[in-house]
C-alpha cells in the first residue's frame, strides 16, 4: 500500500511578502555605530558661565553684509570686491558713517586666518563694530 501526498502540484507559488530581516539588521547596525559616535562628538568641558540680563539687541533695517565666499571673494552686500577696495566699498555702502555695525560672514571651508585677514581690513578702514554671523542651533542650550 503507497500513499502519494504530492497532488500532482509541481509548480512553484510566488511569495509575496518582503523580507524586512536585512532591513533591522541595518537598522540595527547602524543605531549601534550612533549610540557610540553620539557620546564621542559632544564636548563636555565643566564651565560655568556668569549669567547676563543683557537685551538683545534690535536688528539693523537693512545690515552691512561682508561675505568671503568658498573661492575666497569679497562681497559688500551682493557686490563683489577685490581686497583691497573694502574700505571704498563700506563706505559707499555706510555713507562713510563708520560707527555702523558691519556684519561679517564667511563660508565654513573658509580658513580662520583669511577670516583674520578681513577682520584686520576692517579695523584698518575703522569699522570697529563687527558681529560674526553664523547660524543659530534651535534648542541648544
Known amino acids: 500500500m503507497a500513499i502519494r501526498l504530492n497532488r500532482g502540484e509541481d509548480e512553484l507559488s510566488e511569495l509575496h511578502d518582503i523580507n524586512v530581516t536585512p532591513f533591522i539588521d541595518v537598522i540595527l547596525v547602524l543605531l549601534i555605530i550612533f549610540m557610540v559616535a553620539a557620546p564621542l562628538a559632544t564636548v563636555d568641558v565643566p564651565v560655568e558661565l556668569p549669567l547676563s540680563n543683557a537685551q538683545s539687541q534690535p536688528q539693523p533695517n537693512k545690515p552691512i553684509y561682508v561675505t568671503i565666499k568658498a573661492d575666497h571673494s569679497l562681497t559688500v552686500g551682493n557686490a563683489t570686491i577685490v581686497p583691497g577696495a573694502l574700505a571704498a566699498a563700506l563706505d559707499a555702502a555706510t555713507g562713510g558713517n563708520k560707527q555702523e ?17 578681513a577682520l584686520n581690513a576692517l579695523r584698518a578702514a575703522d569699522y570697529l563694530k563687527v558681529g560674526l554671523v553664523g547660524l543659530e542651533t534651535r534648542g541648544a542650550p
Open 101 to 117: 555695525r558691519i556684519f561679517l560672514r564667511a563660508d565654513r571651508s573658509v580658513p580662520y586666518g583669511d577670516v583674520m585677514l
